[in-house]
């Protein structure tokens, strides 16, 4: 996840002339940007489509911007019955440009590496929407999850999840994410009632095409509930040693989990780091390593390529 992104220079260079927006919605920049890792190290073993989560709100009716150097922000937040109502369902055509950068970027990796593709999951897209942007505290997300409106907009948001998912598989996606970042902010049994019915959907609907991630942050009270909910493999963020989280998700495959942060240290600490995630993993098959979240900004280009080569250094010797 950010495998693009501001810590590469090429990237802050296509960003000097395009708005994050138009990079994701223009086929050919969406294809550039994603191929930026894959070029740069191309010892990785799966590249995924440069987008975002929230592109799948403007088709919609959701007026979703991103400002300058801000976060992402919402003109109409959904407040009422009335304003899930009004959402339209996801047609084929607004994000044709997504699905086109993946059919691009499959040519140009031909078979090198898997390409990832990616959607936010109901309750991380249903924040946004509700709260108008980012959120501390989710109130209004909270507040109106207990009301029938909710039933309602978590059940168009999957609608239009499953169609944007099965559409990326469509154009060549041999692998899929579903980033539910935010929910951590949920106690267990607000999961249950009124998160884990509507991602357990989308599992169950894509459930015979390819692999799916279930991720999200600060989760570890979540992880059972979540492995219950579906996914091939459960990625998981830093806060919980490897071990420890695979110990409860049962038979799964497990994405992660080295602190992002960590690319920031010196070398001998990030190495040091990654080992411990390695060696929490012990070699059993079915450990993809990853970070816990996202490449951060300020990232030393030259740590991402060490570690990348480290763990291959490694996991090569089993
Ligand atoms: O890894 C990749 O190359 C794919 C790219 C990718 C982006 N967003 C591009 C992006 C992916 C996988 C996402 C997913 C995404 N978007 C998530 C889930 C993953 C996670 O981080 O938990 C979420 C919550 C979003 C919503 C979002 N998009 C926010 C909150 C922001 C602004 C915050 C920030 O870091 O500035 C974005 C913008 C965004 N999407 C950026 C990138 C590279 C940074 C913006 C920039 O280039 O100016």
């Not at 999840?161 to 990326?168: E, T």
């Not at 951590?184 to 999961?191: A, E, K, Q, V």
């Amino acid at each position: 996840m950010r495998q693009a992104g501001r810590y590469q220079k090429e990237y802050r260079e296509i960003r000097r002339n395009h708005a994050i927006l138009d990079i994701c919605l223009t086929a050919e920049l969406a294809a550039e940007v994603s191929m930026l890792p894959p070029r740069q190290f191309p010892d990785l073993d799966a590249a995924i489509i440069f987008s975002d989560i929230l592109l799948i709100l403007r088709p919609l009716g959701v007026q979703i911007g991103f400002g300058q150097g801000e976060g992402p922000s919402i003109a109409n937040p959904i407040q009422t019955q009335a304003d899930v109502d009004a959402l339209r369902p996801l047609d084929g055509e607004s994000l044709q440009p997504v699905y086109d950068a993946i059919r691009i970027v499959k040519r140009e990796l031909a078979g090198r590496m898997p390409l990832i593709g990616f959607a936010g999951a109901p309750f991380t897209l249903a924040s946004y929407a509700v709260e108008g942007g980012s959120s501390r505290n989710y109130l209004k997300a909270k507040a109106l999850m207990i009301t029938p409106v909710w039933v309602a907009l978590m059940n168009k948001l999957a609608d239009a999840v499953i169609f944007h998912l099965r559409r990326q598989v469509e154009a060549g996606a041999e692998m899929l994410q579903l980033f539910d970042s935010w929910v951590g902010t949920l106690g267990s049994d607000d999961y249950r009632e009124y998160v884990l019915p509507y991602s357990k959907r989308i599992f169950d609907a894509l459930r015979g095409s390819v692999p799916i991630i279930h991720f999200a942050t600060e989760s570890a009270h979540l992880l059972e509930l979540m492995t219950e909910a579906g996914g091939d493999v459960i990625g998981v963020d830093w806060r919980l040693p490897l071990d420890a989280a695979w110990s409860r998700i049962g038979k799964r495959a497990i994405q992660g989990n080295l602190d992002p942060a960590t690319l920031l240290a010196p070398r001998e600490h990030l190495l040091r780091r990654a080992d411990e995630v390695l060696r929490r993993a012990a070699g059993r098959p079915g450990h993809i390593f990853n970070l816990g979240h996202g490449v951060l900004p300020p990232t030393p280009v030259e740590n991402v390529a060490a570690l990348i080569e480290h763990v291959h250094a490694r996991t090569a010797q089993r």
